[in-house]
C-alpha cells in the first residue's frame, strides 16, 4: 500500500526528521500525557473535517495525531520553562503565611473577648467560688454560648494578673 507523505507534511507542518523527534518524546511519556493527544487528535480531526478525503483517510488521522502530538509537547516545554513547581511552591508558602495570619488574628480575637467580655466573671468564678479551669470553661459555654478551652482561659487569666501586678513588664499598646 502506497502512503502520500507530502499530506501528511501538508496537514501535521512537520518534515521526517521533526516527527522523528515528537515520536521519540512521545516514546518516554507517561499513559496520561499519550491518552491526552488522543483526546486532542480526536478534537483536530472533528475541526479538521473540511480537509478530509476518504482516500487518505489514514494519511490524515496520522497527520492529526502528529498535529496533537506537536501541540502537547509545546504545551509541556512551555510549562517546563515558566517552573511551575516554584510557582507552586510559592502560592503554598503565601497560602501558609496566609492562614497563619488568620489563625493569629482569631486568637488575639478570642484573647480580647475573655479579656472584655469574661475576665471579670473568670476572676469571680475562680477567687470567689473557686472553682477550677474545666469548671470555668463550661460556665461559659453553658451561658454564654462561647467555646473556650480551659488551658486557654487559664493562661488569659494568668497574663492578666502579671499584667496587673507588674504594669512595667507589660507596656500598654497605643
Known sequence: MQYNIKIVNEIS???AQERLELF???AVQSDFVKIEIIRLQTD?????RSEYNQE???EFYYAVYILAAKMVMHYDKQSKKSNFQEGLKEAEKLSHIR???IRMKSKTRKKDIIKIRFYNEIKRLREVEKLSWR???????KYHKV???HGYIQQIYKEEICQVNNPQLFPKKI
Open 99 to 101: 492562614t497563619s495570619n
Open 147 to 149: 467555646t473556650i478551652t
Open 24 to 26: 521519540r518524546w512521545i
Open 135 to 141: 469548671k470555668i470553661a463550661e460556665y461559659i459555654k
Open 44 to 48: 483536530l480531526s472533528r475541526q479538521k
Open 56 to 58: 487518505i483517510s489514514n
Open 13 to 15: 507542518q512537520t518534515d
